[in-house]
Antibody
């Protein structure tokens, strides 16, 4: 079955850029929207943004100035970059799948039916 | 900004019914979705489009909607249902910006 796996450094210094990759295995990255979601320790979930396999993106307005999400269909991967990080960016970062619905065009369904296990990223010097 | 408000906690005895509300602060309301998250695990989708249940989710989980409030109901609660539950929706502007609720801790007494 399809599985998602986050990877990347678990420790990032303040003011630097956090970089994570999500690898999709057991299925194709095509025809879905793919999101990053984070959860600070002991707190709730926050949607960061999504990318369609074609490359179109949509970001949380509160993070938009610092976020870049990209996709590599040849590797079945998509990635997150979050710049100028502070301690407030310390969180478990999840990648997740949004099943698109298609009429003529395809749109996000608006929910997440498959999640990775998450990876903890700590921002500290 | 668009907000979804949930009660911080709900306590219920085994076999009883737990109801978790999620209130939106703006109209029109978009579809709502519910996730269950157990400690140290990723969230799992338990309800989509207000009241639809994904395959593999027990029938005791149901969802409903009225006005700007959606409700997750767990009938005949079992010990394994103890978890955090989050509602989720999109903001009302149609820009596909997703928002999660504040989360509810369900404790099975």
């Amino acid at each position: 079955q399809v599985q998602l796996q986050e990877s990347g450094p678990g420790l990032v210094k303040p003011s630097e850029t956090l970089s994570l990759t999500c690898t999709v295995s057991g299925g194709s990255i095509s025809s879905y929207y793919w999101s990053w979601i984070r959860q600070p320790p002991g707190k709730g979930l926050e949607w960061i943004g999504y990318i369609y396999y074609s490359g179109s993106t949509n970001y949380n307005p509160s993070l938009k100035s610092r976020v870049t999400i990209s996709v590599d269909t040849s590797k079945n991967q998509f990635s997150l970059k979050l710049s100028s990080v502070t301690a407030a960016d310390t969180a478990v970062y999840y990648c997740a799948r949004d099943p698109a619905y298609c009429g003529g065009d395809c749109y996000p369904s608006g929910y997440f039916d498959l999640w990775g296990r998450g990876t903890l990223v700590t921002v500290s010097s | 900004s668009y907000e979804l408000t949930q009660p911080p906690s709900v306590s219920v005895s085994p076999g009883q019914t737990a109801r978790i509300t999620c209130s939106a602060d703006a109209l029109p309301k978009q579809y709502a979705y519910w996730y269950q998250q157990k400690p140290g695990q990723a969230p799992v989708l338990v309800i989509y489009k207000d009241s639809e249940r994904p395959s593999g989710i027990p029938e005791r989980f149901s969802g409903s909607s009225s006005g700007t409030t959606v409700t997750l109901t767990i009938s005949g609660v079992q010990a394994e249902d103890e978890a955090d539950y989050y509602c989720q929706s999109a903001d009302s502007s149609g820009t596909y910006h997703y928002v999660f609720g504040t989360g509810t801790k369900v404790t099975v007494l």
